[in-house]
């Protein structure tokens, strides 16, 4: 059974730190791109950052230099670190595994955790 569990998310001032850890089962991890999106309130969800199988790494514009993604294989686990967090960053942050292959496509979410940069 694929599970994707986010964990780390809260309440944090302007200009703090969170780290958000999405713990993967039930696939081979290694072999997914693996992605952190957003959705605020009244919006359409959007892709935050993505960390390919083999660690390249993309961000959207808005978190670029602020955020970073990572990986740890050995653990099926995937990091969003979050820097100098503004109150437009508040969301609820989803965990997307994806795996594309000739056939088809392959892609589970977590469940989410709530971010809210406010003071």
């Known amino acids: 059974q694929v599970q994707l569990v986010e964990s780390g998310g809260g309440l944090v001032q302007p200009g703090g730190s969170l780290r958000l850890s999405c713990a993967a089962s039930g696939f081979i991890f290694s072999s997914y791109v693996m992605g952190w999106y957003r959705q605020a309130p009244g919006k359409q969800r959007e892709l935050v950052a993505a960390?390919?199988?083999?660690?390249?790494?993309n961000y959207a514009d808005s978190v670029k230099g602020r955020f970073t993604i990572s990986r740890d294989n050995a653990k099926n686990t995937v990091y969003l670190q979050m820097n100098s967090l503004k109150p437009e960053d508040t969301a609820v942050y989803y965990c997307?595994?994806?795996?594309?292959?000739?056939?088809?496509?392959?892609?589970?979410w977590g469940q989410g955790t709530q971010v809210t940069c406010s003071s």
């Open positions: 997307k595994a994806e795996r594309v292959t000739s056939v088809r496509t392959y892609d589970y």
């Open positions: 960390i390919s199988s083999g660690g390249s790494t």
